[in-house]
T-cell receptor
Framework: AQKITQTQPGMFVQEKEAVTLDCTYD???????LFWYKQPSSGEMIFLIY??????QNATEGRYSLNFQKARKSANLVISASQLGDSAMYFC????????????FGTGTSLTVIP | DAGVTQSPTHLIKTRGQQVTLRCSPK?????VSWYQQALGQGPQFIFQ?????ERQRGNFPDRFSGHQFPNYSSELNVNALLLGDSALYLC???WGQGKAEQYFGPGTRLTVT
């Protein structure tokens, strides 16, 4: 089974609007970490936000927030007030101790912000 | 504060050749992981180095090998290159093997012809 599933190959959002990128995960470890990375066309993976499995509150970092629904094994990324510079690939990733703390990545979502 | 650096940026090799990619971790980081990202896919974990030893390995053949030096920098070696090895190779560094997030370098784009 896939560890990380991102079902939206491509998304479009109007500038200044909010957008939600979906991510579901699969693990039996009680302790794990969930991450979102942004990858512009230049290729570098840019860390956006982190959610630990025991964190009671949803993580937020500026315009980024993570909608963590543990029972549904869902970790959606919400970007508020989209900007043209947000156009990029977005990857959800998970780290679990049983996997030696390696990162498992999804297939990504391509976000395009429309002026 | 220098981030993760990788060299070279781009590389073109012929099938059957060998290649070495290099990575310097972010200042203060001691753990280096390597990932392969094929076009249109997410990164796939190759292996991780900590204290100069390979600590964890993904589902990659022995043609992929690595090394970590005392200054924490790392090399990824790929022998007997195949066309399917063409990909973006990403290096990521972190502090320790625990729960720290990983910081990625800009990657090396390898093309095998």
């Amino acid at each position: 089974a896939q560890k990380i599933t991102q079902t939206q190959p491509g998304m479009f959002v109007q500038e200044k609007e909010a957008v939600t990128l979906d991510c579901t995960y699969d693990t039996s470890d009680p302790s794990y970490g969930l991450f979102w990375y942004k990858q512009p066309s230049s290729g570098e993976m840019i860390f956006l936000i982190y959610q630990g499995s025991y964190d009671q509150q949803n993580a937020t970092e500026g315009r980024y927030s993570l909608n963590f629904q543990k029972a549904r094994k869902s970790a959606n990324l919400v970007i508020s007030a989209s900007q043209l510079g947000d156009s990029a690939m977005y990857f959800c990733a998970m780290r679990e101790p049983s996997g030696g703390n390696q990162f498992y990545f999804g297939t990504g979502t391509s976000l395009t912000v429309i002026p | 504060d220098a981030g993760v650096t990788q060299s070279p940026t781009h590389l073109i090799k012929t099938r059957g050749q060998q290649v070495t990619l290099r990575c310097s971790p972010k200042s203060g980081h001691d753990t280096v992981s390597w990932y392969q990202q094929a076009l249109g896919q997410g990164p796939q974990f190759i292996f991780q180095y900590y204290e100069e030893e390979e600590r964890q390995r993904g589902n990659f053949p022995d043609r992929f090998s690595g090394h970590q030096f005392p200054n924490y920098s790392s090399e990824l070696n790929v022998n007997a290159l195949l066309l399917g090895d063409s990909a973006l190779y990403l290096c990521a560094s972190s502090w320790g093997q625990g729960k720290a997030e990983q910081y990625f370098g800009p990657g090396t784009r390898l093309t095998v012809t």
